[in-house]
């Protein structure tokens, strides 16, 4: 760990002109991905190094070519190892996600796995890395190994929102309704007009039994976000007012896009509706 810290410290940066051209690639990437990818392949053409390497991920995941985003960041990874770079640890980051999106959630899970091995992590970032590996553990099915990353998540980032949102969604799964609820509580403090919280919050309720309450947030969650997915699934379960949910009930969640370390999950969410 100490060895990786010092070589860390002497890790050079990105000249002052590679960080402009970066500056003008992603300034480029955003305004028009498929221009940013070409910009950014012919930089690299003319050595532009791993700094262009990175701009050509970047517009790939504008473009949500996930799998060539993917194999780029990882490129730009163990070109970054060998250079000594210190951008190895988020460009780990930045390949689980966009394998992640790309649904192959075992190369998510291993270069989650690959950025944590570098030590280079500040508890902060190393907390969403584990929410992050925890998502890619669900995909592949391993319930007990997402359930120790979240735990391990909520030790190091208490407060965002979104690691007490998958905690309790993954308790509902486990049927862990307390647990579920008590952490669905903790998210609604957190983030009190996320659609998504507020109906995944209703679920936790309504399996506890808590049928006004569940009503209570299906009501905040539908006026939240009247047209996104999770308001929308909050009204039909107002409206269905039908049976008691299984224990399939909700799978949420929205998460930020490219520019942080996570990326948007494939499955829309839906309300386990209310009983009569």
Known sequence: ???LALLAA?????????DAQFAQCARLVKEDAARGAAAASDWRMKGGGI???????LAYAAQERWAPAATTFDQAADEAEGARDGRLADFRIQAGNAWLADGDAARARAAFDRALATGLLADELRGEVLLDRARA???????AGARVDL???LALVPADPLVWHLSSALALRQDDVALARAHADKAVALAPDAADVLLNAGNAAGRAGDLPAARALFERAARAAPESDAGKAAAAALAAN???????????ITTPGVGGSRLPPASSPEAAPLPR
Do not use: N, T
């Open 10 to 18: 002497a890790a050079p940066l990105p000249s002052a002109s590679d």
């Open 1 to 3: 760990m100490i060895l």
């Open 242 to 252: 039908a049976d008691p949910p299984s224990a399939e009930g909700v799978r949420p």
């Open 137 to 143: 553990g669900v995909a592949l099915g391993d319930v």
């Open 51 to 57: 700094s262009a390497r990175h701009c050509l991920g």
């Open 151 to 153: 735990d391990k998540a």
